[in-house]
C-alpha cells in the first residue's frame, strides 16, 4: 500500500460554560490560537507504553465480546467476532493509541473534555503500511472524537482516501477450477494463503505421500506472489478458492447499531461501545483479500469449505495460521466436521508480536523449546497438545549452494555499481511502517560506512511492498549515497534466498535470523533499546545492536574473532535435525489413525527434504 499522509488536523482548547473542551481544527489555523494546541502529528509521535497499549486493548476486546460477540454469526455458528478478531483488534488498537497518547499530553490530561470533531472528516481511515497483505485499517482524530461521544452529523464512517482505494478483484487462482464436490477423497486437506505457509507445509505433504497419503493442498491467496504453484507429485492434489470469493462485500446490518449508554473506560476516556461497533463494520463491510475478508465473504468461504470437506472426507486438516480470519473459520469448520487440525508455526514467535495471542488447533506443532510456553499459553482447544519438532522449512538448509548465492549477491552489486564490495550484508527486511524502516536503515547505513569495504543487499520481506525501498536512503543519507553500495534482493529470493552467501545477516525478528544462525551467518539483531527482537542474542546467537556504534563493533569483531565463530543451535531456539516434515507427517498420522507409523530415521541423511537448493532460492 502506497503511503498515506497524516491528516492536516491539530487539537486545541476551546473551553465552553466553564468546563474543558477541545476540538479539531485545520493545522494552519494552530498558528494563530494562543490557548494548549498540538498537532495530531506529533500527538501520535508521543511515546506510549506498549504493555500498558496491549493491557487496555484486552479490555476494550473484553468488553466488545460481552456487549456484542453474539450479534452475529456465519449459518455454522461462527461468531463475527471469533473470525474476525485480528482485524477487529488491529483496528481497536489504532484507537487505544491514539486515546492514549491523547491523555499523555500534559495538557489534555490535566483537563480532559469533550472534543469536537472536523466536520466531513471521514470516520475510519487507512494509515501507510509497506505490506501487500494487510489494508492498515486506522480510527481517524474525528472517528476518536465520536466514540467519545461527539455528534457527527457530517461525517461518512469512510475516509476520503478508504473510499478511494481499488476494491480487491483477485485475478482467478492458477489452481483447478475443479467442482469441490467432484474432488477425490484425501486424508489430509491443507490451507495455504501465503508463501511462507506453502514452504512450511509442502515438504510435510511430500512427507506423508511418501508414506502413503494424500493429501489435498487449496490454495487461498488473493496477492499473485502468495499463490501455491501445484505440487508434482501425484499424491497431493492441488485446488483454488474461487477467487471471485473474496470480491464480496456489502452491509453487515446487526452491527449498526444505535447509540446506547454501554461504555468502556481507556484511561480518561469513556468509549461508547455502540459508536465503536459502527466504526468495527466499516471493515467487516469491505473486501480486504485473504488476510482481511468481509463478512459476506467469511460466510461464502464456509459454504465452500464445507462443501470441499464432504467431498474429501479427511482425517486431518493441516494449517499454519489458524489465528486470522481464514485460520479461526477453517478451524471451526473442521471441528464441525469431527476433524483433527494440526497447526505447524510458520514464523518466529515472541509474546509481543502477535495480533492476537491465540491458537484453536488440536495439534500445534513449534520449533524450539523456547516457544512451548507462548503456545500453552495461547492455545484455546481443551485438548491441545503442543509438540517441539522443528521447521520443515529448515530440513534442507545445509543443502544450500553458499557459493552460488554468493554469486548472486555478487552479481547485484556489480548490476548497481563499478566495484563489488568484499563483504556483503543482507539485511531481512519486515513489512514495518515506513519511519522504522527508515530509522533500520539509517542505523545500518551509518554502521557500515564505519567499517570500510561493506555492500548491503536489502531482501524484501514476501509479504512487502518493494516500493517501500525508494525512499529509504534519501534525505539525510543523500550525502553519502555515493559511499555505500546498495542494491535490492528479486522479492521472490528474498533473505531466503541469498544470505547463505552473505557474510552478515541484519535483522529485527525475521525467522530468517535463526536460518542465518543455523548457517553460521552472523546475525545483527537491529533496532532501538525498546523495540523487540527474536532474542537470539540471550542464546548467543547473536549481536544485538541498538546504535550504529554497536553494528560497527560488531563487524568489526567479525574481522578479528577472538574464539569459535560457530555454535550449535540450540534447541530451546529451534529443534534441527533435517527430519522435521517427516517427523511431522508421522504425528499426522498417528494422530489420526490413517496407517503405521514409521521409526524415526536415525541421522538427517535419512529424513525428508525438499528444499531446494542454489543461486537465488526462491522465498517460498
Request: charged share 20%; glycine share 8%.
Amino acid at each position: 500500500m502506497k503511503a498515506v499522509g497524516h491528516s492536516a488536523l491539530g487539537l486545541v482548547r476551546t473551553d465552553f460554560g466553564g468546563q474543558p473542551s477541545w476540538a479539531l481544527v485545520g493545522e494552519g489555523a494552530l498558528a494563530t490560537v494562543r490557548t494548549d494546541r498540538i498537532t495530531t502529528r506529533d500527538l501520535e509521535a508521543l511515546p506510549l507504553d506498549s504493555g500498558e497499549v496491549d493491557e487496555h486493548v484486552n479490555q476494550v476486546m473484553e468488553a466488545l465480546e460481552t456487549y456484542g460477540g453474539q450479534l452475529t454469526a456465519t449459518p455454522s455458528g461462527a461468531g463475527w467476532l471469533h473470525v474476525q478478531h485480528v482485524p477487529v483488534r488491529r483496528l481497536v488498537g489504532q484507537l487505544v493509541r491514539k486515546l492514549m497518547a491523547l491523555s499523555a499530553w500534559e495538557p489534555f490530561g490535566n483537563a480532559p473534555g469533550a472534543i469536537a470533531l472536523a466536520p466531513y472528516e471521514g470516520l475510519v481511515g487507512v494509515r501507510s503500511s509497506s505490506s501487500r497483505e494487510y489494508r492498515s485499517y486506522t480510527v481517524t482524530w474525528s472517528g476518536l472524537a465520536f466514540t467519545l461521544g461527539a455528534p457527527a452529523p457530517h461525517n461518512p464512517l469512510r475516509s476520503a482516501q478508504l473510499r478511494n482505494l481499488p476494491s480487491v478483484r483477485p485475478d482467478a487462482g492458477s489452481g483447478s477450477e475443479q467442482v469441490p464436490s467432484t474432488w477425490p477423497q484425501s486424508e489430509v486437506v491443507a490451507l495455504s494463503w501465503s508463501s511462507r505457509h506453502t514452504a512450511t507445509m509442502l515438504p510435510v505433504l511430500e512427507a506423508l505421500s511418501r508414506k502413503g497419503a494424500r493429501s489435498l493442498l487449496l490454495d487461498l491467496a488473493t496477492d499473485d506472489a502468495d499463490r501455491c504453484t501445484a505440487p508434482d507429485r501425484e499424491d497431493v492434489l492441488f485446488g483454488a478458492l474461487p477467487a471471485d470469493l473474496f470480491s464480496v462485500s456489502g452491509a453487515v446490518d446487526e452491527l449498526r447499531l444505535p447509540d446506547d449508554d454501554s461504555v468502556v473506560r481507556v484511561k480518561h476516556h469513556t468509549v461508547y461501545l455502540a459508536r465503536l461497533v459502527r466504526l468495527i463494520s466499516v471493515v467487516l463491510e469491505t473486501a480486504g483479500g485473504c488476510t482481511q475478508p468481509s463478512w459476506r465473504a467469511i460466510v461464502e468461504i464456509e459454504r465452500w469449505l464445507d462443501e470441499v470437506l464432504n467431498a474429501a472426507r479427511p482425517r486431518a486438516v493441516l494449517i499454519s495460521n489458524d489465528t486470522s480470519p481464514l485460520g479461526a473459520l477453517a478451524v471451526h469448520v473442521a471441528e464441525r466436521h469431527g476433524l483433527n487440525t494440526v497447526h505447524v508455526q510458520h514464523g518466529a514467535w515472541t509474546e509481543e508480536t502477535v495480533a492476537w495471542p491465540a491458537l484453536h488447533s488440536r495439534h500445534v506443532v513449534v520449533m524450539g523449546e523456547r516457544d512451548v510456553p507462548l503456545a500453552k499459553a495461547w492455545a484455546r482447544h481443551p485438548h491441545a497438545e503442543v509438540h517441539v519438532l522443528g521447521q520443515p522449512r529448515f530440513d534442507g538448509l545445509s543443502g544450500l549452494d553458499r557459493a552460488a548465492q554468493r554469486r548472486y549477491l555478487a552479481g547485484l552489486m556489480a548490476k548497481r555499481h563499478d566495484h563489488v564490495p568484499s563483504r556483503i550484508m543482507v539485511w531481512a527486511c519486515q513489512p514495518f511502517s515506513h519511519d522504522r524502516l527508515r530509522a533500520q536503515a539509517h542505523l545500518i547505513a551509518e554502521g557500515l560506512r564505519r567499517v570500510g569495504d561493506w555492500g548491503l543487499v536489502i531482501a524484501p520481506h514476501p509479504a512487502q511492498d518493494t516500493e517501500a525501498f525508494s525512499s529509504l536512503f534519501s534525505h539525510d543519507d543523500e550525502a553519502h549515497d555515493d559511499e555505500l553500495h546498495v542494491a535490492v534482493a528479486d522479492p521472490q529470493v528474498g533473505a531466503r534466498g541469498c544470505m547463505a552467501g552473505a557474510d552478515a545477516l541484519a535483522s529485527a525478528y525475521s525467522t530468517c535470523g535463526i536460518e542465518a544462525a543455523l548457517l553460521h551467518v552472523p546475525v545483527l539483531e537491529i533496532g532501538a533499546a525498546s523495540e523487540r527482537t527474536l532474542g537470539l542474542a540471550d542464546h548467543g546467537l547473536a549481536h544485538r545492536c541498538y546504535s550504529a556504534e554497536d553494528l560497527s563493533a560488531a563487524l568489526t569483531a567479525l574481522a578479528c574473532p577472538d574464539g569459535p565463530d560457530t555454535q550449535p543451535m540450540p534447541d530451546a531456539v529451534c529443534r534441527w535435525r533435517g527430519d522435521s516434515a517427516a517427523a511431522i507427517a508421522r504425528l499426522i498420522l498417528s494422530s489420526t489413525s490413517i496407517t503405521p507409523i514409521d521409526p524415526t530415521p536415525a541421522d538427517p541423511s535419512a529424513a525428508d527434504s525438499a528444499q531446494p537448493r542454489g543461486e537465488g532460492v526462491p522465498a517460498r
